[in-house]
């Protein structure tokens, strides 16, 4: 999907260990997205190319790439609230993106309803191109 579109930056903290691409399968021209989510928490792992338009201009890429961003956005603002039990994990790349975060109490509802906004979001991209866009969870 097209990240490089946008400005590069990465949030580091110590959730991840590394283990971005730990659940992911698929073939090289799918983005596959592994969302995770429980009380208060969710993290979503996006790894892959679309293939389903020119590159730099393919329409998936271009969806998958707005919903990844509307996250990072959502958790930024969270964070800035202090709704966050620590800060996020945002890191987007070239073909790969990570989020995560952890609610504090007061932010346990935002971070739900942030988890089935982009669940709905990535599903519809699923539904629509199904050989480009592979979601578990």
């Keep these: 999907f097209c990240i490089f579109h946008f400005p590069f930056y990465i949030i580091p903290n110590n959730r991840t260990n590394g283990a971005i691409n730990r659940n992911l399968k698929g ?5 596959r997205i592994l969302m995770e989510r429980g009380d208060g928490w969710l993290r979503i792992s996006m790894e892959g190319h679309a293939g389903f338009g020119a590159y730099g201009s393919d329409p998936v890429c271009g969806g998958l790439s707005a919903l990844a961003y509307t996250g990072a956005r959502m958790l930024e603002e969270l964070d800035a609230e202090g709704k966050l039990a620590e800060p996020p994990l945002i890191r987007l790349e070239p073909g790969m993106a990570l989020l995560a ?5 007061e932010g346990k509802e935002a971070i739900s309803y942030l988890a089935k906004f982009l669940m709905g979001g990535f599903r519809l991209m699923e539904d629509s191109f199904p050989t480009a866009v592979s979601v578990q969870s």
């Design 101 to 105: 975060g952890s609610a504090n109490a």
């Design 27 to 31: 073939g090289d021209t799918m983005t």
